[in-house]
C-alpha cells in the first residue's frame, strides 16, 4: 500500500527558464580567448604558453557559459593543444600529454564513486539510509544539511581523500534524499532540495579536509615540505589544534549561510520523519544484495582509512565495484551504460590535463614570479593576505589539490620564509592550512566536486557563482581567526 505524500512547505521559484542558442553561449570563450591572443605576449613568457593560457581561459569560459558539453569542451581543448603541440612539441608526446589525465587515480576514483551510487539506487540501500537520516533529522531541510555536515566530520580524520569520503560515502547516500522529495535533477524541481544538500555536502567536506592532516593527502605532502624546508615536523595534534577554532567556525556557518543565499524550497517536512518509518516498515527487512553492498563499502572505507600504506584509494575503489559486478550487486550491462558516470570521468580527466598544461608550459612559475615580489612592503599583515591569498586564488588554474601544492607550496613557502616579521612556521602553517578550502573556488577543484557537478541538481553558473561566494567567505573568515590565533598558540 503506497503511503501518503509528504506535507511540504515550499517556496515558489518564479525564474523563468531562458534557452539561448548555443552558439550565443559560445561567443564569450571564443571572445575571452581571442582577447588574450591579441594581447602582446608578456616578457618573460614563451610564445607557446601565452598561446596555451588563451586556451584554457577560452575553455574555462566555456564552462560558464556552457555551448557544449563540459567534457566535450575539455576534449575540444586537449584536442587543440596537441594538434598546435602548445605543451609538447613532438607529435608522440603531445598525444601522450593529451591522455594522461585519463591515467590519474583520481578520475578512476570518482567513476568508482559513481558506480557506488548505482548500487545503493539498484538495492534500495541509499533509499534504506537516506530514509533513517531523515527519521532522525528530517523535520527540517536545515537539519539534513548539519547531519550531513556532522557525517562527514566523522570520517574526516581517517579517509584522506574528498572524493573517497564525500563522493564515494556521502553523495551516494544523500543522492537518494531528494527525490524522496520530489526533487530532481535537470530540472527546475532540483531547487526544491537536492541542490541545497548537495551543495553542503560538496562544501562542507573542504573545511573538514583542512581541519586534519589525515583528512587530505596534499596535507600530508604539505607537511614534507615543511620538514625539509623549516626543520620542523608538525604534528598532527599540532595540526588540528591551530585550525579547529576555524574548521569549528565555517562548519557552524556553512549549511546556514547556504541555508540563506541558497535556500532550498522546501524549508520544512513536519510529517517526514513519520513517513520515513512508514516507508521503512513497507520496505521490510534488509535484503541480501543490500548485505552485500553494505559489507564491499565498509570494506572499501576501511582500506581508505588504515590500509593506504599498502593499497591506493583508487585500487581500493575498483576493487570493491569489481566485487560489485561479480557478486551481482550490479551487472557489467548497468555499469558500462551509467552514461553519467563516463561522462565525468571524460570531462575531469580533461579538466586534469589541461590545468597540468599550466605548469608544463611553465606558465603557473611565471605568474608566481610575477606576484610574489610584488607584495613586498606591503607590511606583515597587507603581506599575509597578499601572499596567502595569491597562493589560495591560483588554484582556479588546478584541477587537484595534489597537483597544486607540488607546483606552489615550496615556491611560496620559500619565498614567505625570507619575509620578517613571521617565523617560518607561522608561514608554513598559513599556506598549509589553505589547501582543503580552496577546493571550493571551481567544479574542478577538487576530485569530489565532479561528483556534485555531475549530479545535475546544481546548475553550472551556481557552482561558480557560490564557488566564489563561499571561496571569499572561507578566505576572510581563515584570516580573520588563524593569525590572532596562531598569536595566543606563540607559534
Partial sequence: MKSAPVTVTTVADKRLPVKDRWLWRAIPPLAVGALILLTPVPQGLSVNAWRYFALFAGVITGLITEPLPPAVLGLTGIVVAAVLRLVRPAPADAVSWALSGFANSTVWLIFAAYVFALGYSKTGLGRRLALLLIQVMGKRTLGLGYAITLADLLLAPFTASTTARS???????????????????????????????MYTAASTTLVTSSMFITALAPNALAISFITRMVGITISWTDWFK???????????????LLYAIYPPGIKEAPLAPRWAREELRAMGPVS????????????????????????????????????????????????????????????????????????????????????????????????????????????????????????????????????????????????????????????????????????????????????????????????AIIVPWLRFLNI
Fill in 167 to 197: 563522493g564515494g560515502t556521502i553523495y551516494p547516500v544523500i543522492r537518494n534524499i531528494p527525490e524522496l522529495y520530489g526533487s530532481r535533477p535537470g530540472d527546475e524541481s532540483a531547487r526544491k532540495i537536492g541542490a541545497y544538500l
Fill in 242 to 256: 591551530g585550525f579547529a577554532p576555524v574548521g569549528i567556525t565555517l562548519l557552524i556557518i556553512v549549511p546556514g
Fill in 288 to 479: 541480501k544484495n543490500e548485505i552485500t553492498l553494505l559489507v564491499l563499502v565498509v570494506g572499501a572505507l576501511s582500506l581508505w582509512i588504515g590500509a593506504t600504506q599498502y593499497i591506493d584509494p583508487t585500487v581500493s575503489a575498483m576493487l570493491a565495484v569489481t566485487l560489485m559486478v561479480v557478486l551481482h550487486v550490479v551487472s557489467w550491462d548497468e555499469v558500462i551504460g551509467h552514461a553519467q558516470a563516463w561522462n565525468v570521468l571524460v570531462w575531469f580527466a580533461t579538466m586534469i590535463t589541461l590545468a597540468s598544461g599550466l605548469a608544463e608550459t611553465k606558465f603557473i612559475d611565471w605568474l608566481a614570479q610575477l606576484i610574489v615580489p610584488r607584495l613586498s612592503g606591503l607590511g606583515v599583515y597587507g603581506t599575509m593576505v597578499g601572499l596567502v591569498g595569491a597562493f589560495y586564488f591560483l588554484h582556479y588554474f588546478f584541477a587537484t589539490i595534489t597537483a597544486h601544492t607540488a607546483a606552489l607550496f615550496p615556491v611560496f613557502l620559500g619565498i614567505a620564509m625570507n619575509i620578517p616579521g613571521l617565523s617560518p612556521v607561522t608561514w608554513a602553517l598559513l599556506l598549509g592550512y589553505s589547501l582543503g578550502l580552496m577546493g571550493i573556488l571551481t567544479p574542478y577543484g577538487g576530485g569530489h566536486m565532479a561528483v556534485y557537478y555531475g549530479s545535475g541538481y546544481i546548475k553550472p553558473k551556481d557552482f561558480w557563482v557560490l564557488g566564489l561566494i563561499l571561496g571569499l567567505v572561507f578566505f576572510f573568515v581563515y584570516i
